[in-house]
């Protein structure tokens, strides 16, 4: 079975070291290896082979990257998370209530990572409206009328069916817990956020950021991601490479490894 190298420290080293390392492992131009620097999140190389592996985490180390080897093709895959609408903090714990009935508690050091994303997501409208006939329409008929004397009506209405696409931004969170090995997801869409208490605000997206800011307090020992550093920093979070869901997986796939090997 073969190694996986990934970045060896919780934040992700800088895209232009990431890319360096990639194009001269693989042997890459610079613009593929700067979508593949965007895309892996700190994950260099699956399914290597020792000598592969080695060269690698001594070229990242070139360019100022700690990397480590695994000893698995590709990171696991994730639990698939548990959907949850309410958290309660209480004496050092935290309660969580899912979507479909589950509930449970879990202490700050369970909590092995942290991981938010805002994500664009295509939306589509469908109205349905009754329009009548045209101005034009009706000019016409009258005219029919004025001439020929005939009792034309002006025409029935008709059902106008319109689809408007768009995006919108959506935030999402996920916690992972290590003694249950569950995966935890909020949204800001569906969740209440009276956990906040007087922090609470009007606006759900700046509630999300609290209650993400409150987590990683609670919550001193777990791994943060990209969003959650910015966050911390109080960063813009527009900027952010996270182009899919994918994106987001994959980064916290790392953070979910990197958990279990420090």
């Keep these: 079975m073969g190694s996986c190298v990934i970045s060896a420290e919780e934040r992700l080293p800088g895209f232009a070291p990431m890319a360096s390392a990639l194009a001269v492992s693989f042997g890459l131009d610079r613009p593929t290896a700067a979508v593949q620097a965007r895309h892996c999140w700190g994950i260099f190389g699956k399914d290597l082979d020792e000598p592969a592996a080695a060269a690698m985490i001594a070229k990242c180390a070139v360019f100022g990257i700690a ?5 698995f093709a590709q990171p696991p895959r994730l639990p698939a998370p548990v959907i949850i609408k309410k958290i309660i903090f209480e004496n050092g714990n935290f309660a969580w209530q899912g979507s479909a009935g589950e509930a ?10 942290l991981a938010a994303a805002p994500l664009k997501e295509e939306t589509l409208v469908i109205t349905k409206t009754t329009e009548g006939p045209s101005g034009a329409e009706k000019a016409i008929r009258f005219g029919i009328m004025s001439v020929t004397g005939l009792p034309i009506g002006l025409g029935k209405s008709r ?6 696409k768009g995006t919108e931004l959506t935030f999402y969170l996920d916690i992972l817990l290590r003694a249950e090995s569950r995966r935890l997801r909020l949204s800001p869409s569906d969740f209440d956020f009276s956990c ?14 609290l209650l ?5 307090a609670f919550a001193p020992g777990a791994l943060k991601n990209t969003c959650l550093w910015a966050m911390r920093e ?5 900027g952010l490479p996270y182009d899919s869901m994918e994106d987001f997986e994959t980064e916290t796939s790392r953070l979910a490894v990197l958990g279990n090997v420090k």
């Design 159 to 164: 059902e106008v069916k319109k689809e408007v």
């Design 67 to 71: 990397a480590v080897k695994l000893p």
């Design 104 to 113: 449970g508690t879990a202490a700050a050091a369970e909590i092995q990572a």
């Design 212 to 216: 993400a800011l409150e987590l990683a």
């Design 196 to 209: 906040l208490k007087d922090k609470k605000t009007y606006s759900s997206h700046t509630n999300f950021r």
């Design 234 to 238: 109080n960063k813009p979070l527009a």
